[in-house]
């Protein structure tokens, strides 16, 4: 496992823009995929993009064209560049990293890592 601190988040109106960072203790094989997941109380855990270790990007549908996942592997840091906000977006979003390919999807319970997660709420 890594120790993950997500920083970035905030309150917004819709069609704002925020960028979530994460930082990682380090890049390992801990962390051959990583991924942005999202929940609002009440509601089941959310993938929102996950990248491999190789860079390759997947996106949910519901954010596909408006965010951009990306890593800096000097910095041990993953991003989410979010644009166009609505206010369904509005969720404490996660980090999570994953000691395996990303086979794993959006299964939630193969990510092992998982930071304290940050708030983004956006307003209308």
């Known amino acids: 496992q890594v120790q993950l601190v997500e920083s970035g988040g905030g309150s917004v109106q819709a069609g704002g823009s925020l960028r979530l960072s994460c930082v990682a203790s380090a890049f390992t094989y801990s962390t051959s995929c990583m991924a942005w997941f999202r929940q609002v109380p009440g509601k089941e855990r959310e993938g929102v993009a996950y990248i491999t270790n190789y860079g390759a990007a997947n996106y949910a549908d519901s954010v596909k064209g408006r965010f951009t996942i990306s890593k800096d592997s000097a910095k041990a840091t993953l991003y989410l560049q979010m644009n166009s906000l609505k206010p369904e977006d509005s969720a404490m979003y996660y980090c999570?990293?994953?000691?395996?390919?990303?086979?794993?999807?959006?299964?939630?319970?193969?990510?092992?890592?998982w930071g304290q997660g940050t708030q983004v709420t956006v307003s209308s």
């Open positions: 999570a990293a994953a000691p395996t390919t990303c086979w794993v999807g959006y299964d939630s319970q193969r990510y092992n890592s």
